[in-house]
């Protein structure tokens, strides 16, 4: 049976047809061809997969990301952070990754962040000459920061295949993505100071004082939501419903610059991802049923430990494996099929689970930024009209610091567990 699926996998895949119909074609061919199981159980399954309260945070941090980017949420946050360290070194540089880690906090979506922030900051650097292909792989580079900043939709995807708290994943990502932003951080000072990229302008606190008052209302949502979960007075779900509502009052009664048929363009469009994603994880979640269910998951970690010995082998070779996937499948789906299937090694080689998740949210971070599924690259194409290999030429020193982030991250676990142990 595992040849027959590898063998139509790997052709459907070759020939374009999407992930999920593909899930699904091979899982009915195997329960027809080597099982006397019903297809009437396909979509029993398919049910049973979004039949979870957890997943109904998925559309409301979807259509939290969609209103923040229509609205002038995005507009008022840069223009706080560039006020308040635009004129250090590179200071408007990192005024656009603050806010990329910022609207990361406030919409759970990579490239939403890169709408939102890099319709702004990228002509803001260019009118003030920093260099084309450092702005542009900058802030697409920093917009990835959305799949690991809390809130996060595939770190709550990731929960619900792998069954770990949502709570604890949130703030496991807090430390690798403070991690990534200082490391960007240090490579722009790096870069400023050669190139004597600055602001000029003094500081005003009063001028600082009105921008803030202006923006305070998008800055408060990112600690409404995290403080609501960790506080306890409400579940992650509960929080993408408040995101929502909080959201839609600040553009309409504080900001006033979100229309109706803006809004409508919100709804519709974050009815359409909610429905591809949700169904992308469903026919994931029917597969990874018939392979749990014919015992393939225990057979790979039988042979994998007794070909692999070493934890820290282990894991690099799994990141290997993604970041190769990554090349053929989206990572989104890639960490959907086989995370189950490798729990059981991840339980025989003693790896955490809120260790391993964020080492697959931070691969599928790489994922938004390699071709031919990296989204981040097509959103900067558009916003900036320059071509697919323009782009990742201007990514690459950003991948490559990224990288250097997830060997950290794999290498050194407590950085992304001492928060998770706290709340413990």
Same mark, same amino acid.
């Given at each position: 049976?595992?040849?027959? +699926?590898?063998?139509?996998?790997? &052709?459907?895949?070759?020939?374009? &047809?999407?992930? %999920?119909?593909?899930?699904?074609a ?6 027809? !061809?080597?099982?006397w199981t019903?297809? =009437? ?5 398919l ?10 945070? #998925?559309?409301?941090f979807i ?15 840069? %223009? #706080?952070?560039?006020?308040l360290?635009? !004129? ?11 806010? /990329? +880690? ?12 890169? +709408?939102?922030?890099?319709?702004? *900051? ?5 009118r003030?000459?920093y260099?084309?292909?450092f ?16 809130p996060?939709?595939? *770190?709550?995807?990731? /929960? ?18 403070? $991690? &990534?932003g200082?490391i960007?951080? #240090?490579?722009?000072? %790096?870069?400023?100071? !050669? ?5 000029a302008?003094g500081f ?5 004082g009105r921008r803030l ?7 408060? =949502?990112? @600690?409404?939501?995290?403080g609501?979960?960790?506080s ?13 509502v909080?959201?839609?009052? #600040?553009?309409?009664? /504080?900001?006033?610059?979100?229309t109706?048929a803006?809004?409508?363009? /919100? ?25 749990t269910?014919?015992?393939i ?15 820290? =082998?282990?894991? $690099? ?18 960490m959907l ?24 949210? *931070?691969? +599928? ?11 981040? @690259?097509?959103? %900067?194409?558009? @916003? ?21 982030s ?5 290498c ?13």
């Amino acid at each position: 049976m595992i040849a027959v +699926i590898a063998i139509v996998f790997t &052709v459907l895949l070759l020939i374009g &047809v999407p992930i %999920a119909a593909i899930l699904l074609a091979v899982t009915g061919i195997a329960l027809h !061809r080597f099982t006397w199981t019903p297809l =009437l159980v396909l979509p029993q399954q398919l049910f049973n997969a979004l039949d979870n309260f957890v997943l109904l945070a #998925v559309p409301f941090f979807i259509l939290a990301s969609q209103i923040m980017t229509e609205g002038a949420m995005a507009d008022r946050l840069v %223009a #706080v952070i560039r006020y308040l360290v635009g !004129r250090v070194p590179g200071g408007l540089a990192i005024a656009g990754l603050l806010a /990329c +880690i910022f609207f990361a906090a406030l919409s759970g979506s990579s490239p939403a962040t890169v +709408i939102a922030i890099g319709s702004i *900051m990228i002509p803001a650097l260019r009118r003030a000459g920093y260099d084309d292909d450092f702005a542009v792989g900058l802030i697409t580079s920093a917009g990835s920061l959305g799949v690991v900043i809390p809130p996060s939709i595939p *770190m709550i995807l990731y /929960c619900l295949v792998m069954n770990v708290s949502v709570a604890e994943l949130f703030l496991a990502g807090i430390g690798p993505g403070l $991690l &990534v932003g200082a490391i960007f951080t #240090v490579y722009i000072l %790096a870069r400023a100071r !050669r190139h004597q990229w600055r602001e000029a302008g003094g500081f005003s606190w009063s001028v600082f004082g009105r921008r803030l008052r202006e923006g305070i209302w998008g800055m408060l =949502l990112p @600690l409404i939501v995290l403080g609501g979960i960790y506080s306890g007075i409400f579940t992650p779900t509960e929080a993408a419903a408040v995101a929502v509502v909080y959201a839609v009052a #600040v553009e309409f009664l /504080c900001y006033r610059e979100l229309t109706f048929a803006r809004f409508n363009r /919100c709804l519709a469009s974050a009815a359409v991802l909610s429905a591809a994603l949700l169904f992308i994880l469903a026919a994931a979640m029917t597969f990874v049923w018939l392979l749990t269910a014919e015992g393939i998951p225990a057979a790979l970690a039988a042979w994998l430990t007794g070909w692999v010995d070493n934890r820290w =082998l282990f894991l $690099l070779l799994i990141n290997l494996l993604f970041l190769a996937l990554g090349s053929v499948m989206d990572n989104v789906s890639a960490m959907l099929i086989l995370s189950p299937l490798l729990a059981d090694s991840l339980d025989r080689y003693g790896i955490d689970l809120i260790h391993y998740g964020i080492i697959m949210v *931070m691969v +599928i971070e790489i994922g938004f930024l390699t071709p031919p599924f990296g989204l981040n @690259l097509f959103v %900067a194409m558009g @916003l900036t009209g320059r071509g697919l290999l323009d782009i990742g030429r201007a990514v690459l020193p950003f991948l490559l610091l990224l990288l250097l982030s997830i060997l950290l991250v794999t290498c050194f676990p407590t950085i992304s567990l001492w928060l998770p142990a706290m709340l413990r």
